[in-house]
């Protein structure tokens, strides 16, 4: 077993070996872990070319700036932000073009999924602060180029960088794979959520829920709600449920606070994240909700150009004042590191407890942050 604390967990390498040979564990407390069965590896070393963590990458500099939102008011209801990427999936099937995004399963695992209609752009809506699963993507978007289909990729950046990897590697010419990068702080390991849903929702694993998972809903922003059947079955603030408690602590993966991507050149045709600029400064009021977006190549200029007749109302913005405003276009996330000091107290007081004690170490770190920015 190889322990890399650079392994986000995009599973390139494992979609890579032509041995067929590695298995990304993603079920660890702290950390992804690459195993490999070391007697059928022949040291090729494509599982290293291929990974966002270690292969030399070629990020891009943002060429323009927007604040932008969607024109579909249904459509900013449900998203995130602006409802780009949700504008973008719509364009995409009235386009024949795939468009690839995230979707939970009935297991509570978040996947990587074609987005063939309706039901499922209204579904992969809205950021959900987990670990999304690349199983089985890298393969399918390599078909759907090679089959001469347009393809559009919206994702983390490290899982953005290991799909552009695997491509080349496979010598797949990517003329027609326009990917998007989500601005991002990190995501906590998966075994944290899918036990905290089990807690909470009392449902356990391979139930087959059929429900939805909202972070992001209007009426409780960065809280948790799961609703049932369009009923709500839960719904906590940020400031009382234990998982997003854990999120915004920052108990993220080791990669994440490491992260290479955390920075102002980009990886993607086009990044979306949150506009952070209130929104009643901006010359259009009208909405509340808008996302910041980063053209960096002239794929993404063509691909903005075309959602801007009828689909987006666009407004353009200082690149410099989008990196400005936030901290994730600049430099990691800090790390809490500590795993196995939460590990301890989670065993003798409880997981209540240990979560309530990271909160307060957190909210010191981040006031000393703040002080010495000042
Ligand atoms: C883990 C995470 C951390 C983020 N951190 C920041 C940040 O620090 N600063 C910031 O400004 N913005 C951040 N964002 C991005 C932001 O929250 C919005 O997702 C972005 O602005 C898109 O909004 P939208 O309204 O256009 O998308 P919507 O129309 O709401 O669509 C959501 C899009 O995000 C994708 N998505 C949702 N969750 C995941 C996931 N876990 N993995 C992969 N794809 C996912 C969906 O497939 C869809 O494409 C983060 C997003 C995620 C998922
Ligand atoms: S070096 Fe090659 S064969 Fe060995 S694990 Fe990596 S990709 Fe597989
Ligand atoms: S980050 Fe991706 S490519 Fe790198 S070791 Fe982890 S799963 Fe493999
Ligand atoms: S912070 Fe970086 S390493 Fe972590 S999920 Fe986001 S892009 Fe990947």
Redesign the pocket.
């Known amino acids: 077993m190889e322990k890399n604390n650079a392994c986000s967990g995009c599973r390139a390498c494992e979609a890579i070996c032509p041995k067929e040979c590695i298995k990304i564990n993603v079920l660890g407390r702290k950390e992804f872990t690459k195993i490999i069965k070391k007697k059928e590896c022949t040291n090729c070393h494509l599982c290293e070319w291929v990974c966002p963590h270690t292969a030399h990458i070629d990020l891009k500099e943002p060429l323009k700036g927007f604040n932008a939102y969607a024109l579909k008011s249904s459509v900013i209801r449900r ?8 504008s973008m999936y719509e364009y995409c099937m009235e386009n024949s073009i795939t468009g690839i ?2 979707l939970f399963d009935g297991n509570f695992n ?1 996947n990587y999924t074609a987005i063939k209609n309706e039901r499922q752009m209204r579904k ?7 670990y ?1 699963d690349m199983s089985g993507i890298h393969s399918l978007v390599a078909n759907e180029l090679c089959n001469g289909k347009k393809v559009l990729f ?3 950046p490290c899982h953005v960088t290991g799909l552009l990897n695997y491509c080349k590697l496979k010598n797949i010419d990517t003329e027609n794979l326009i990917t998007v990068d ?4 990190g ?1 906590v390991m998966p075994i944290y959520f899918t036990e905290h849903l089990c807690r909470v929702v009392g449902l356990r694993m391979n139930t087959n829920f059929e429900g939805n998972i909202l972070f992001r809903a209007k009426s409780n922003p960065y809280g948790l709600t799961v609703t049932n059947k369009s009923t709500v079955i839960y719904d906590k603030s940020r400031y009382k449920d234990e998982y997003m408690k854990l999120y915004l602590a920052g108990m993220y993966a080791k990669s994440c606070c490491q992260c290479k991507f955390a920075q102002q050149n980009r990886i993607g045709d086009i990044t ?3 506009c952070n600029t209130p929104w009643d400064k901006r010359k259009d009021n009208s909405v509340a909700n808008q ?1 910041s977006v980063l053209i960096n190549s002239l794929k993404g200029m063509e691909l903005w150009d075309c959602l801007r007749e009828g689909k987006i109302k666009t407004e353009e913005y200082w690149v410099k004042d989008i990196i400005n405003e ?1 901290e ?1 276009l600049q430099f990691p996330s800090p790390t809490l590191n500590k795993y196995d000091w939460f590990g301890k107290i989670e065993k003798y007081f409880g997981h209540s407890m240990a979560v309530s004690i990271l909160c307060y170490l957190s909210s010191i770190g981040q006031n000393r942050r703040k002080t010495k920015r000042r």
Do not use: Q
């Open positions: 998203s995130s932000s602006g409802g780009i990427a949700s995004g995230v978040l992969a809506a809205g950021s959900k602060y987990v999304s919206i994702g983390l989500l601005v991002c702080h995501v979306i994240k949150d996302s936030d994730r």
